[in-house]
């Protein structure tokens, strides 16, 4: 039996205050909002009961940031992708961000099992004047676990409405894919970090951004596989190659606490879920 589950967000900026609303179906969820930052950023960690997916199952997660919001969202752990029985299972995100607002959309990792069939897409639209943060980190295989990624296929879809779209699939009988110097060298773990805005960055702010990302990654031992750069006047991107998921997300992490200083003059707390 498959599983579908539905999950309905709306945020709204209420004074000095932003509140998130929900609607759900099926099993996932949040379970309250949190404002360890103040009333302005409202964060959530969704929560997926069954822990995973399997063959047939979809979630789908509907998030609307109003115009003036701030919405922080995370998971409290990773998103497994089980071994398939043939139908694939499917992750959908579709995230708006309206006038004046911020998103932040940082969930932990996505493990692929031996055998999985998967889909995971993320869909990013905002107003002329919103930003938004985002990372993803694809892990294949349960290495630690002596289960390498040697059967089964993942597609991955990220698209910013309007600037930049990526959409590949990792199919584990691709050697050359998966142990050439061009593609993953032999290592299972990709970590995507993006910054986008509704309008084109000022020149001095992409700038400050893709420093900012060298810096982190210059001084990480992540360093030889790891790059910033702006494929789009509205996008800036880190990425990075790593053996396993520990210091693809302590590289995140960094980034993403200096991006948060450099664009909005922020702190970064890292939510306790994130610490093991």
């Known amino acids: 039996m498959s599983w579908h589950g539905h999950l309905t967000l709306d945020y709204r900026h209420d004074g000095q205050r932003t509140v998130a609303s929900d609607r759900h179906t099926g099993p996932l969820r949040i379970l309250k909002s949190l404002y360890p930052e103040g009333p302005a950023i409202c964060h959530n960690v969704l929560v997926h009961p069954p822990a995973g997916l399997a063959s047939g199952d979809l979630l789908t997660i509907d998030a609307c940031v109003g115009t003036g919001a701030h919405a922080f969202i995370t998971t409290p752990g ?64 349960l290495p630690a676990s002596g289960a390498p990624f040697n059967a089964g296929r993942f597609t991955q879809h990220i698209r910013l409405a309007g600037a930049w779209l990526e959409r590949g699939t990792v199919d584990a009988t691709d050697r050359r894919l998966l142990q050439s110097p061009l593609g993953w060298a032999g290592n299972s773990v990709m970590a995507t970090l993006w910054f986008t805005s509704g309008s084109p960055l000022p020149n001095e702010r992409r700038a400050s951004l893709l420093d900012a990302a060298r810096d982190c990654a210059g001084a990480h031992v992540l360093a030889p596989t790891a790059g910033a750069t702006a494929p789009h006047s509205q996008v800036v991107v880190l990425r990075a190659l790593a053996p396993r998921v520990e210091p693809a997300m302590n590289l995140l992490i960094d980034t993403w606490t200096r991006w948060r200083e450099v664009a909005w003059g922020l702190k970064a707390p890292v939510p306790r879920v994130w610490r093991t």
């Not at 959309?105 to 993320?122: R, V």
């Not at 990013?124 to 930003?131: F, G, S, W």
């Not at 943060?133 to 892990?139: E, N, Q, S």
């Open 78 to 141: 990773a998103t497994r992708f089980y071994r398939s029985s043939g139908e694939p299972a499917r992750q959908v995100a579709n995230l708006q961000v309206d006038a004046g607002a911020r998103l932040e959309y940082l969930p932990l990792e996505t493990l692929c099992y031996p055998d999985t069939l998967g889909e995971n897409h993320t869909e990013v639209t905002l107003a002329p004047d919103a930003e938004a943060m985002g990372w993803d980190v694809l892990a294949l295989g």
